[in-house]
């Protein structure tokens, strides 16, 4: 009786009911929904995929590539050491965990030194440090703001890094920079700093070139360094300021007197002309009677050797028939003849008081 009972439960297990309870809590009534089973074999192709996925993962995970882009370098470590070439603009597998790229930049990279100092932009490439603060020849302390543009030299970025590290530009050119605005600002004196800014920036630029191109392996490139503004002591600058007031003074006051002697000289060449002028038109006119004179004289003598007896006489005929005819018209008026009976005869008319005598 027994074994039929287990029999009888052991035929119910295997039906599903094993003892669960049904919709109205009994047991071996009708079954409740059944979750569906899902089958992840795949046969023999399943062992593969898993492999693949786990490749994909690892491959993301561990970045076993890099991506070099132009204007930069890569440095490749491995287990620590630096490789001696750099690596180039590309796509570059490294073995994960012993290997590793450090990107570096080449592009052109600026530093200002200004007084007025701005936030520092590291992706752009461009630094604000503080304005170089030195002592000129008597001790007096001035400003010079800056800008330096200089590179990374590519070819031997390798070996900078290395020697370097990776703050290579606060190693190499900020130092060089300061030492020779230092060395450059204190052999003259601040007020003549002003007057030979563009000397100064050639002399700082040479010097710091030289610097740069000196270190071994040539760690940077300089492109250029400008000169932007010398500040001076607020004192040295009034100074400056009234140096320039009077030397201005004192130009004008030239600028005036050369003005005068100008106005002189031109006075004195209208004059000078005037005069001239006088003389010349004096000159023409003692040569015009002169000239006259001469041909008076001429003439003179012309006449003088041209009179001949009858001339004169037929001379005095004429004369004396105009005499004649005076008389017609004024039988009151008188004629005195001259001894010879040469001209002039002179007459004398008594009627006429006011022409009382005429010569001819």
């Not at 620590?80 to 965990?97: M, S």
């Not at 005068?260 to 004059?271: M, S």
């Not at 001379?315 to 009151?332: C, H, M, S, T, V």
């Amino acid at each position: 009786m027994a074994s039929d009972m287990n029999d009888y439960f052991n035929k119910k297990k295997s039906e599903g009911g094993g003892g669960s309870k049904n919709s109205s809590g009994g047991f071996g009534g009708p079954k409740g929904p059944q979750v569906p089973k899902i089958d992840f074999s795949m046969g023999g192709k399943s062992g593969f995929i898993y492999f693949i996925v786990a490749v994909v993962v690892l491959l993301v995970l561990a970045k076993p590539f890099t991506i070099i882009e132009e204007g930069q370098r890569g440095i490749l470590s491995t287990n620590g050491k630096y490789q001696d070439q750099a690596i180039l603009p590309g796509l570059h597998f490294i073995i994960p965990i012993i290997q590793k790229v450090y990107v570096v930049d080449t592009k052109v990279r600026i530093i200002n030194y200004a007084e007025r100092l701005e936030a520092n932009n590291q992706s752009s490439g461009i630094l604000t440090k503080p304005a170089i603060t030195v002592l000129d020849k008597r001790s007096l302390p001035v400003g010079i703001e800056l800008t330096v543009q200089y590179r990374l030299n590519a070819q031997f970025a390798a070996q900078t890094i290395s020697n370097w590290g990776f703050s290579w530009e606060d190693k190499i050119i900020n130092p060089v920079v300061r030492d020779v605005v230092r060395n450059v600002i204190g052999k003259y004196d601040a007020e003549a700093l002003t007057q030979m800014r563009d000397g100064l920036g050639r002399e700082i630029e040479q010097e710091i070139r030289e610097r740069v191109d000196s270190l071994k392996n040539s760690p940077a490139i300089l492109q250029s360094v400008q000169l932007r503004d010398i500040i001076l002591p607020p004192r040295v600058k009034e100074q400056i300021e009234r140096v320039q007031i009077a030397k201005q003074e004192v130009q004008k006051a030239e600028q005036d007197v050369q003005r005068v002697k100008q106005e002189a000289l031109k006075r004195a060449a209208e004059a000078e002309g005037v005069a001239q002028q006088a003389r010349i038109e004096a000159q023409g006119r003692a040569d015009a009677v002169t000239i006259e004179a001469d041909a008076k004289a001429k003439a003179n003598i012309l006449i003088a050797k041209s009179l001949t007896k009858p001339l004169l006489e037929l001379e005095q005929l004429k004369i004396q028939g105009k005499f004649n005819d005076a008389l017609r018209e004024n039988k009151d008026a008188k004629i005195f003849l001259t001894p010879g009976g040469s001209t002039p005869n002179i007459w004398v008319d008594t009627k006429d008081i006011k022409k009382r005598t005429s010569a001819n």
